[in-house]
C-alpha cells in the first residue's frame, strides 16, 4: 500500500493502517512516547470541548461576509421584479439588517397586499395604529429577510403547494391562543432579539447563537403548548435575525414610537403574526386605511399575493418543520422562566461590543490548544538542531552574550524550553515542567530518529525519466550542483595543506637565519633567534603577489581560532585528569597549527623582495581583526616574534604605508583613514599591551631593527608608526626613570634615542603635522615622548622648530567653542607640560604645581 | 539556516521588510521562522501616502517566499560573531565540522 506515492513498511501488518505509518519518515511513530498517560498534561486535556465541534456557530462568525456579497449584489438590481427573482435565486443567503431600506422596496407591495386583504375584512381603524403596522410590516419582512434560511426546492414547492392549507391551520393555532399569546414565541428568541435599535448599517453579529445567550434573559414561556411547527418556524426566523431580532414585551407595546427600542418591540410582535394578518387581525393590531395603501391595490387577490410571498417573506413559510439551516436546536434556547429582564440598554451595549469582538476578530479560537501544539510541534521538529553550537552558533552566543549583560531580561517560554536550554550544552533543563518541555522531548526523540535514518537526497521512481531532489531546512535543494571535477590539481592545496593535517608534536627545529643588517644589537639578536626558532623548515608559505592565497590563508587562521575557542569552551574541569592531558595536548596542537597558519615564520626577508606573507595578510581588515584573538591563546615569546615581525616591516603596513599626507589641505582617502582605525582598536591595543610590559632590551632591539630596516623620518610621519615610536620611548623612559638600569644599557638607549631624535629633528618637526582640520592629537603625544626622553637642549630645539605650530594652536582655540579650544590647549599641553610649561589661550606660562 | 539563526535574535526589534511589490514596512519583529515568515507588529508603511490602505493595520504575517529585502537594525547585529557563524556553516557543510 501507498500513501501519497510512498511505499509503507511492514505491508500486510496491521500496523501498517497506523496513522503514524502515513508519514514516509515515521516519525509520528517516534513522537509517540509511551503511551497517552500525559496528553492530558500536555495538550490541556482539561480543557472542555464545548465548543470544538460547534460547526455552526464558527461559519456563522464568517458568514457577514456572504451577507456582504449579497447586499451588494442586490443594491445593483434596481427593480423590483428583479430583486424578487433574484431573491428567489438567492434564497438562501441572508440579507444584513443594513438592508432594511433596500428591503422594503420589495417587501412592502407584499405586506401591503396581505395588508389589504386584512383590511378588506376588517374595515378601517386607527390611522396611527394602522401607520405603525406598515412600518412593521416592512420592517419585519426586512428582518425575515435577513433572517431568510436556506429552502431546497422540495421545500419550496411544499411551500407553494401547502400554504393556503397552512393559512388554514394558522388560523386555528391562533384561535387556540389568547391574543397576547403571541408572544409566548418570542420566549424562544435568542438573547440576541432586540438588536434591532442599531442603525441600519449595522451588520448582524453572526455570532454563535450561544454566544449571546449568557448575557441575556427571557420572559417567561407562557405558551409551551403553540403548535411545534410555529415554534420551529419562529426559531429559524430568531437565529437568522440576531442582528435584529427583537425582544417583544407586551408591556412596550402601548408606548411611543419615537422611541426605537419600543418601536422595534411592536414590530417584533407583527412579526410574530404573519400568518395572522392573511385572515385577521386581533383588535390590538389596527387595520390600514385605504390611504396608507399607495403600492398595492386594496382588492388584491389572496392567490397571487400569496405566490409572491413565498419566496420573499419567510414568514408564509409553513412547510414541514426541519431544523434550522444551522442545525440549531431550539431546545437550549429556552431560557428558565425565573430569569429577569436585563435593562434594555445594557443589553444593547453588551450585544455592541460582543458584535465589535466578533466582527474585528471574527477567528477568534478557532484553534484549539492541541491544533497549535501540533503546529508548534511540528514546527520545532523543523528547527531543532542535535549541534546548537554548529548549526544556531549565532543565536546560541548572542543570546549568551545578551543574557549576561542582561542578566534580568526575561525569555519567553518558548526561548526558554528550546531555543535556551537546548544551546546549553549539557545543563539540564531546570525544574519548570511544563507541556512544550515534554514536546521538546519528543522532538528530540524525532530528531534522533531523523539522525539515524538519513533522508536520501533525491528520489528516483521506478519508471520516471528523472529524479526528484529533496531539500530539508539544512540542506536547502539546491538549484545548481556544482562538483569539483576529480581531476582539477587542488588549487589552495598549498594553503590547505596544514589545516588538513595537524602535527601532534611541534618540533621547533633551527632553521634558515634570519638575514639582519650588521649594526644588529644584543637585544636584537635575541629577537630574531626567536624567529628563526620558529622558523619550520621545509615550510610551504603563501606569496603576497597570490591575493587569493593570502585570503585563503586568513580564513584558515580564523578557522584554527574557531577549533580553539571551540576546544577552550570544552575544558574538563579537573587540571589533573587524563582528560585534561589529552584536551591540553589537542589545544597545543592547535595552538601550532595557529602559529604555522599565520605565516609568521616565512623567513624574515623573502628570497624574491616581495612582502612579508604576515605583513600581506594584515592589510587585510579581517586579519587586522583576528589579532587580539590570536593573541589570547600565544605565548609570550610568540607574541613578541608578532610585534618584532611588525615592527620590522613598519614601513610596509599598508596603515604605515597609506598613513602619510599629501597636501596641506588633504585628508586620507576613507579607505586608509578606515584601516588606520580598525589597526587602532584591533592590533595597537595588545601590542603596546606587549610592550608597556617588556623588558628595557627588548624595547631597544625594537626601535634599532625599525629605524635598520625602515625609513624612519618616514615612518614617524604617520599615525601608526608615531604611536609605536612613542609607546617604546615611553616605556624605555618608565624603565629609565625606575633607575634600575645598568649604565652599559644607558649607554645603549642614549645612543639608539639619540638617533632617533636625529632622524626626528632633521626632517624638521613641522612636517609631522597632518593637515589642519585632522586631529594631530598625535602627534602632540609623540613630540611629548621624544621630550620626555630628551635632554633639555634637545627640548629647547623642540620647542624652537615648533614654536609657530604651539603660537598657530593657540590662535585657533581662541577662536574656537570653549569645548573644542579647550581640548585643543590640551593636546599643545601633552606636549608643553613635559617641559614644566602651560598653555592657555592667551598665554604660555610656567606650569603651576 | 544562519539566517534564521540571526532573525531569532532580532526578535521585538524593528526592522523593515521590503516586498517584492516595493511595499515597504517598517515594524516591531515578533516572530520568523524557517521559511523566514515574518510576524510583525506595530507597523508603519515607509510610503504612507502611496499605500494609505495600509494606515489601520497594526500588525501582520508577512510569507517569507514574498519579502525582498529586510533592513536590520545595525546595532543588534554582531558581525564579527555573524561571520564566525558563517564559518562554522562553511565548515560544518563541507564536512569538518568543528566539534
Not at chain 1, 13 to 31: K, P
Request: aromatic share 6%; proline share 7%; charged share 20%.
Amino acid at each position: 500500500m501507498s500513501f501519497f506515492g510512498i511505499a509503507q513498511p511492514n505491508q500486510g501488518n496491521v500496523q501498517e493502517y497506523e496513522f503514524d505509518d502515513t508519514y514516509d519518515d515515521n516519525l509520528g511513530g517516534q513522537l509517540d512516547e509511551s503511551g497517552d498517560a500525559f496528553n492530558d498534561e500536555t495538550f490541556g486535556g482539561e480543557a472542555s470541548v464545548g465548543r470544538d465541534f460547534d460547526f455552526h456557530g464558527e461559519t456563522a462568525k464568517i458568514s457577514y461576509a456572504i451577507d456582504e456579497d449579497q447586499v451588494a449584489y442586490e443594491r445593483r438590481a434596481p427593480q423590483h421584479a428583479q430583486m424578487q427573482h433574484q431573491q428567489q435565486q438567492h434564497q438562501q443567503r441572508q440579507a444584513p439588517p443594513s438592508l432594511q431600506p433596500m428591503a422594503s422596496l420589495w417587501g412592502a407591495p407584499d405586506q401591503k397586499e396581505r395588508i389589504m386583504g386584512d383590511e378588506a375584512q376588517h374595515g378601517g381603524q386607527q390611522a396611527q395604529q394602522a401607520h405603525l403596522q406598515q412600518q412593521q410590516h416592512y420592517q419585519h419582512v426586512a428582518a425575515q429577510q435577513g433572517g431568510q434560511q436556506p429552502l431546497s426546492l422540495e421545500q419550496i414547492e411544499a411551500q407553494l403547494m401547502g400554504r393556503q392549507a397552512q393559512a388554514q391551520g394558522q388560523q386555528q393555532q391562533q384561535h387556540g391562543v389568547p391574543p397576547q399569546g403571541h408572544a409566548p414565541p418570542q420566549g424562544h428568541f435568542p438573547p440576541g432579539y432586540g438588536y434591532q435599535g442599531f442603525p441600519p448599517g449595522y451588520p448582524p453579529p453572526q455570532g454563535h447563537p450561544m454566544q449571546y445567550q449568557q448575557p441575556w434573559q427571557f420572559p417567561p414561556l407562557p405558551n409551551h403548548d403553540l403548535n411545534m411547527q410555529m415554534m420551529m418556524h419562529y426559531q429559524q426566523q430568531q437565529q437568522q435575525q440576531q442582528g435584529q431580532g427583537q425582544f417583544q414585551q407586551p408591556q412596550f407595546q402601548g408606548q411611543s414610537q419615537g422611541q426605537p427600542q419600543v418601536q422595534v418591540q411592536q414590530q417584533q410582535q407583527q412579526q410574530q403574526q404573519p400568518q395572522a394578518q392573511t385572515q385577521g387581525q386581533p383588535p390590538a393590531v389596527a387595520s390600514q386605511p385605504a390611504s396608507q395603501q399607495q403600492a398595492a391595490p386594496p382588492t388584491a387577490p389572496l392567490g397571487p399575493k400569496e405566490d409572491k410571498a413565498i419566496p420573499t417573506a419567510p414568514q408564509g413559510f409553513q412547510g414541514p418543520p426541519h431544523s434550522g439551516p444551522y442545525g440549531y436546536q431550539p431546545g437550549p434556547v429556552h431560557v428558565s422562566p425565573n430569569h429577569t429582564i436585563p435593562p434594555m440598554d445594557e443589553n444593547a451595549r453588551l450585544a455592541k461590543r460582543n458584535e465589535m469582538i466578533s466582527k474585528r476578530k471574527p477567528h477568534n479560537n478557532l484553534m484549539t490548544g492541541g491544533d497549535k501544539d501540533f503546529v508548534l510541534r511540528v514546527q520545532l521538529q523543523q528547527m531543532v538542531t542535535e549541534d546548537p553550537y554548529n548549526e544556531d552558533f549565532y543565536y546560541q552566543v548572542h543570546s549568551a552574550i545578551n543574557v549576561r549583560s542582561n542578566p534580568n531580561q526575561p525569555l519567553d517560554a518558548f526561548a526558554r524550553t528550546y531555543l535556551y536550554q537546548r544551546g546549553q550544552r549539557g545543563r539540564r533543563a531546570r525544574g519548570n515542567e511544563n507541556g512544550l518541555q515534554r514536546l521538546q522531548q519528543q522532538v528530540h526523540k524525532a530528531v534522533q530518529f531523523v539522525k539515524d535514518h538519513p533522508k536520501k537526497d533525491s528520489i528516483i521512481s521506478q519508471g520516471a525519466l528523472g529524479k526528484i531532489h529533496l531539500g530539508s531546512n539544512k540542506g536547502p535543494r539546491q538549484a545548481l550542483d556544482l562538483r569539483k571535477r576529480d581531476d582539477t590539481p587542488d588549487a589552495d592545496n598549498s594553503t590547505e595543506a596544514p589545516t588538513e593535517g595537524v602535527s601532534a608534536t611541534p618540533e621547533l627545529r633551527s632553521a634558515t637565519p634570519v638575514a639582519t643588517t650588521t649594526t644588529t644589537t644584543d637585544a636584537i639578536r635575541s629577537i630574531t633567534t626567536s624567529i628563526s626558532k620558529f622558523n619550520l623548515q621545509g615550510g610551504s608559505y603563501v606569496s603576497a603577489n597570490d591575493k587569493r592565497g593570502i585570503l585563503r590563508a586568513i580564513e584558515n587562521v580564523y578557522i584554527v581560532l574557531l577549533r580553539l575557542e571551540a576546544a577552550e569552551r570544552t575544558q574538563p574541569e579537573d587540571d589533573l585528569s587524563d582528560e585534561f592531558q589529552v584536551w591540553k595536548g589537542e589545544k597545543d596542537a592547535l595552538v601550532t597549527q595557529l602559529w604555522r597558519e599565520l605565516q609568521i615564520t616565512a623567513p624574515i626577508d623573502q628570497a624574491d623582495g616581495s612582502l612579508h606573507p604576515f605583513i600581506a595578510m594584515l592589510s587585510h581588515a579581517k586579519c587586522k581583526k583576528a589579532i587580539p584573538r590570536v593573541f589570547r591563546h600565544i605565548s609570550a615569546e610568540q607574541r613578541l616574534t608578532i610585534l618584532t615581525m611588525i615592527m620590522a616591516h613598519i614601513g610596509d603596513l599598508d596603515v604605515v604605508k597609506n598613513g602619510h599626507y599629501s597636501g596641506e589641505e588633504s585628508n586620507l582617502p576613507a579607505k586608509s583613514r578606515e584601516a588606520i582605525e580598525v589597526f587602532s582598536q584591533t592590533v595597537l591595543p595588545p601590542l603596546v599591551q606587549y610592550i608597556s610590559e617588556a623588558e628595557y632590551g627588548v624595547i631597544v632591539g625594537l626601535l634599532e631593527l625599525m629605524m635598520d630596516r625602515n625609513d624612519t623620518a618616514a615612518v614617524v610621519k604617520t599615525k601608526v608608526g608615531s604611536a609605536f615610536v612613542t609607546v617604546l620611548i615611553s616605556r624605555a623612559e618608565l624603565i629609565n626613570q625606575e633607575g634600575s638600569v645598568s649604565a652599559e644599557d644607558e649607554e645603549t638607549w642614549n645612543r639608539i634615542f639619540n638617533r632617533v631624535f636625529g632622524i626626528v629633528q632633521r626632517n624638521n618637526l613641522n612636517s609631522l603635522f597632518p593637515p589642519r582640520n585632522v586631529d594631530d592629537s598625535y602627534v602632540w603625544q609623540f613630540l611629548a615622548s621624544i621630550a620626555l626622553a630628551a635632554k633639555i637642549d634637545h627640548q629647547r630645539v623642540m620647542v624652537d622648530d615648533v614654536r609657530d605650530k604651539i603660537f598657530g594652536t593657540m590662535n585657533e582655540a581662541k577662536a574656537l567653542p570653549p569645548d573644542l579650544s579647550q581640548q585643543k590647549i590640551n593636546n599643545l599641553n601633552l606636549f608643553l607640560n613635559v617641559m614644566g610649561l602651560n598653555a592657555t589661550t592667551s598665554e604660555i606660562g610656567e606650569l603651576q604645581g | 539556516m544562519l539566517f534564521f539563526s540571526l532573525f531569532k535574535t532580532l526578535v521585538n526589534h524593528e526592522i523593515t521588510v521590503e516586498l517584492k511589490n516595493d511595499l515597504q514596512i517598517r515594524g516591531i519583529l515578533k516572530s520568523v521562522d524557517q521559511f523566514m515568515n515574518i510576524k510583525l507588529e506595530n507597523v508603519t508603511t515607509v510610503e504612507e501616502d502611496k499605500f494609505p490602505h495600509l494606515t489601520a493595520v497594526r500588525d501582520l504575517f508577512i510569507r517569507g517566499s514574498v519579502v525582498r529585502y529586510v533592513h536590520l537594525p545595525p546595532g543588534a547585529v554582531d558581525t564579527t560573531l555573524l561571520e564566525d557563524a558563517t564559518r562554522r556553516e562553511a565548515l560544518s557543510h563541507s564536512g569538518k565540522a568543528i566539534k
